[in-house]
């Protein structure tokens, strides 16, 4: 089988086929890759030559376990890096951010065969209420009824925490229209004790957010955006004040940051596109909190506003976690 993709990938780009058809992806490529399988290539070679199966692999294994990799989209970057080097420090495995064997069967990479899993669409996927576009002027979209997902490849990308990239590459032609179609996705379930964390620590040096349980055991670990040069993060211990799911959003110019040309007060729609997604978790400092994006690919690569920005799946998991009082410490 694996020969066999080879072949069609050589194929492929010798006979100048689409790109679509030189970087297929099967689930059972990504199900069966082995240790032995791996590739040792350049960073930008391997990101322009599409979803690497053993990357995809080692992501979808290090998400179940809540060490979180950020998107899963096959590609050797920093959030997988870091996560890497979480669990090999979890695990004892030794410093660094490669996967070795030790690593990799600690992971159950040799055994565990399900991460691509097939998932049939639904009436509901089918009949969403997509956005036609999200304007990023925040006057435009306050006079919006919700900021919705714009496809379903964005839809269905956070649902099962990939990059619209991997789904596509998983299901070529795929249009995700019609019920009843079976696709290929990401199974990266979890399955933590939900109010189970004790304190969640916002790293500013290594951009990660780290929930501890009972007795400091490391419970998850999330790549983070943590404020920026300009707008920074606090520093020392605050607490959770609340969870509110699903929120609207107030943009105050006087007490946030200044967006665009808008110098009045605006309270935009709910939904995944807003400004913190699909979660807020205040904390006890007036205006900061820990929170979603609409731009998932984004953690830890670009700056915040000063609050603690997440993927929309990790913020939705850490929100499970915690309750009214768990401290949030702010760590350089």
Known sequence: MKTTYLRMTILGLVFG???SAALALTADQVNAVGFVDRQVVDRDTQSKAGPDPFIVKAQVLLSRRSISPGVIDGVDGENFRKAVAQFRRQERLGEGDEIDEATWLGLG??????????YRLSDKDVSYDFADTIPRDYAKQA???RLSYTSPQEMLGERFHMSEKLLNTLNPGERFSEAGTGIFVVSSRRSLEKGSARRIDAVKSTGMVVVFGAEDKILASYPATIGSEDNPSPTGEYTVERVARNPNYTYDPEKNFQQGKN????????????PVGTVWIALSKPTFGIHGTPEPSKVSKTTSHGCVRLTNWDAEELADLVKPGVPVRFVD
Do not use: H, Q, R, Y
């Not at 990479?109 to 097939?118: L, P, R």
């Not at 110098?263 to 807003?274: A, C, D, I, R, S």
């Open 17 to 19: 086929l689409g790109a």
């Open 109 to 118: 990479g040799e055994t565990v065969n399900d991460v691509i899993v097939e």
């Open 143 to 145: 006079k919006m009824k």
């Open 263 to 274: 110098t009045e007060t605006l309270v935009l729609p709910p939904g995944p596109n807003g």
